[in-house]
């Protein structure tokens, strides 16, 4: 069983910053992929960003420039760096990642979420 904790999210004001972390316990041969989603209040969750094993980052175009993932494998934690943070990056952030349990099954797995509100 894999288990997947957010932390980090708070109150900023526009223009400042935050880092989330998120954390992966369990039992799993290796962590694939790494992605971070959000949902603000009455919108569809929408993708953020993943970094993929052997590759580089991919962002929305919506945070392009403004925000940066990077991963610690020793750790198993991706981090999200936001920096630049508008009014309209409110909303509720989650870590998904897909695993591999054994060398040739893959599971994915959710966080349950952490709230990000940028306001003034």
């Known amino acids: 069983q894999v288990q997947l904790v957010e932390s980090g999210g708070g109150l900023v004001q526009p223009g400042g910053s935050l880092r989330l972390s998120c954390a992966a316990s369990?039992?799993?041969?290796?962590?694939?992929?790494m992605r971070w989603y959000r949902q603000a209040p009455g919108k569809q969750r929408e993708f953020v960003g993943e970094?993929?094993?052997?590759?580089?980052?991919n962002y929305a175009d919506s945070v392009k420039g403004r925000f940066t993932i990077s991963r610690d494998g020793a750790k198993n934690t991706v981090a999200l760096q936001m920096n630049s943070l508008k009014p309209e990056d409110t909303a509720v952030y989650y870590c998904n990642i897909v695993v591999a349990t054994a060398t040739t099954n893959f599971m994915n797995y959710w966080g349950k979420g952490t709230l990000v509100t940028v306001s003034s």
């Open positions: 970094i993929i094993t052997g590759g580089s980052p």
């Open positions: 369990g039992s799993f041969f290796r962590i694939n992929n």
